[in-house]
């Protein structure tokens, strides 16, 4: 699929330009590749009408750039976008031109279609291994997505990456006995509850270990030395004072008993 997209070209950078850019409608975007680099403007409602409907990754865009001093018309590939995390509006594009000519790999998405699978109407779970299939061909020949039929996947089945067919003049690159799309059988109860009971048992462990039992089951080693911790020391240096005191008397007693 094929977009028109009319952009210019502009000649301040830097987060200042591209703040400017903003408040007047418009969005700052770079073009790369057929060696040279471009730094543009967009109007952020053409860009947002083609991520809106169609895979930004395997869109095809028409460019005209004005200002370009050679090649205004150009076609590109939508590589990368930034969106503000608060509002959601398009920030900055990263443009790819490419040529009809040569081939290109791209990253396209995996459409499952067929309806329910009859496995999954028996009871288990449809799983999407792979989202996507990188592919190389020519961007006339670029699907716009690679289509999975699951329909007959029964539970405990699944289709590999080498069992789908594709178009001619397109190669896949990933590795063919990935598997693509699933059924697996549903969980049973009892695996369920015995999931849940090992993973609170785990969960107890790390408080058991925080009370510093010993060996002997006691509570308490481990754990750091409190501030009445110290006091059998000073009983023993308390003792060692007393009988220091007591020595003067001993022999103030023994002096008395000679006169």
Request: charged share 25%; glycine share 10%; hydrophobic share 40%.
């Amino acid at each position: 699929m094929k977009f028109d997209l009319t952009v210019a070209v502009r000649e301040q950078a830097g987060k200042g330009a591209a703040r400017s850019m903003r408040r007047v409608g418009k969005i700052p975007a770079v073009l790369y590749g057929q060696g040279e680099c471009l730094l543009l403007t967009v109007n952020p409602e053409e860009l947002v009408k083609i991520l809106k409907s169609h895979a930004g990754s395997t869109a095809l865009i028409s460019l005209t750039v004005n200002g370009a001093k050679t090649k205004q018309n150009r076609t590109a590939l939508l590589r990368d976008y930034q969106v503000d995390p608060v509002t959601g509006a398009v920030l900055h594009a990263d443009l790819f031109e490419i040529s009809m000519s040569k081939p290109i790999r791209v990253k396209v998405p995996i459409k499952v279609i067929g309806g329910i699978p009859a496995g999954v109407k028996e009871g288990g779970v449809l799983h999407h291994n792979m989202r996507d299939v990188h592919v190389e061909c020519l961007p006339a020949a670029m699907p716009d997505h690679i289509e999975v039929d699951a329909s007959a996947l029964a539970i405990g089945s699944g289709i590999h990456l080498k069992e789908i067919g594709t178009r001619e003049g397109v190669r896949f690159l990933d590795d063919a006995e990935q598997m693509v799309v699933s059924v697996a059988a549903p969980m049973t109860d009892a695996k369920l509850e015995a999931l849940l009971t090992s993973g609170a048992g785990a969960a107890g462990e790390p408080e058991v270990m925080t009370k510093g039992k010993d060996a002997a089951g006691t509570e308490g080693a481990g754990e750091p030395a409190k501030a009445g911790a110290a006091a059998p020391a000073g009983d023993a240096k308390g003792g060692e004072k007393k009988e220091a005191a007591a020595a003067p008397k001993a022999e103030k007693k023994e002096a008395e008993k000679k006169k």
